[in-house]
C-alpha cells in the first residue's frame, strides 16, 4: 500500500467535488421535490454532505476546528430535521 500524500490529497479533492455535486442534486430535489417529505428528506441530506465537506476539507487543511465545526453542524441538522417531520406530521412543534 502507498503512503503517498498525493494519493490522499487527490482522493479527498475528488471527494469534495462528488459530496459538493451530490448538495447541488438534493437542492434541486428540495426545489422540485413533489412531496413535503421528499423535500424535508433532501434537506436533511445537505447537512449530512456539509458536515462530509467540513470533515474533508479538515483532512484537506490539516486543521482539527474543522471536525468541531462538522461536530456542531451535525447535531444543528439533526435538531432541525426533527422540528421539520415535527412541524410536517403535526402542524406545531412545541405544545
Known sequence: MSDDPAVLEWTVRTALILVSGLCLLC???VVQGPTTP????ALDAIATNVVAIAVL???QTGRGLFIT??????????IATVAV???????EIIE
Do not use: Q
Open 27 to 29: 437542492g434541486y430535489r
Open 38 to 41: 421528499d423535500r424535508v428528506v
Open 57 to 59: 476539507f479538515a483532512l
Open 85 to 91: 417531520a415535527k412541524f410536517v406530521t403535526e402542524g
Open 69 to 78: 465545526v462538522s461536530l456542531v453542524l451535525a447535531i444543528i441538522g439533526f
